[in-house]
């Protein structure tokens, strides 16, 4: 986990990662966002959206954030609805939306940096930009 980074997120005070008392019931509680640090403007992307879908419905922002990290090269924003909170389909569908939305965006994103990036094959794969790509081939070869 990349320190600080959630800090970044506190003006949405639903993404706060210690919002329950002891355990860690999800994988954001114990390790907050599990990708690189040019993708924060993509999660705060997310959370505005959030927040402003709840707000045109008159209602405080009611989600959990069960987690939150890159697999395959892209983000996968995994929000939940609690457990005593059964939403309706329009509110379920439009929070799916927004996921998907942001989760594509992670598509052209660097992962490390936030600049324009694609989608590279190398051992694993990586969204990155041409410098932070050649960066990481830099330091393959010198290891
Ligand atoms: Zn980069």
Not at 56 to 83: A, H, M, W
Not at 124 to 134: I, R
Request: aromatic share 10%; charged share 30%; glycine share 8%.
């Amino acid at each position: 986990m990349i320190p600080n980074f959630e800090q970044k997120l506190i003006d949405y005070p639903w993404m706060k990662i210690s919002r329950y008392e002891g355990a860690n019931h999800h994988p954001y509680e114990a390790w907050g966002c599990e990708c690189g640090r040019g993708w924060l403007n993509l999660i705060r992307g997310m959370c505005q959206d959030l927040t402003e879908l709840y707000q045109s419905k008159g209602k405080e922002v009611n989600l959990v954030p069960s987690q939150i990290k890159e697999k395959f090269g892209t983000l996968r924003l995994y929000i939940d609805f609690p457990f005593d909170e059964e939403p309706d389909d329009e509110l379920r569908s439009a929070v799916r939306q927004i996921l998907s939305k942001w989760e594509e965006a992670s598509v052209t994103v660097c992962e490390n940096c936030g600049n324009e990036g694609s989608l590279r094959r190398g051992s694993w794969l990586q969204t990155l930009c041409d410098k932070c790509y050649k960066g990481l081939n830099k330091e393959s070869e010198e290891n």
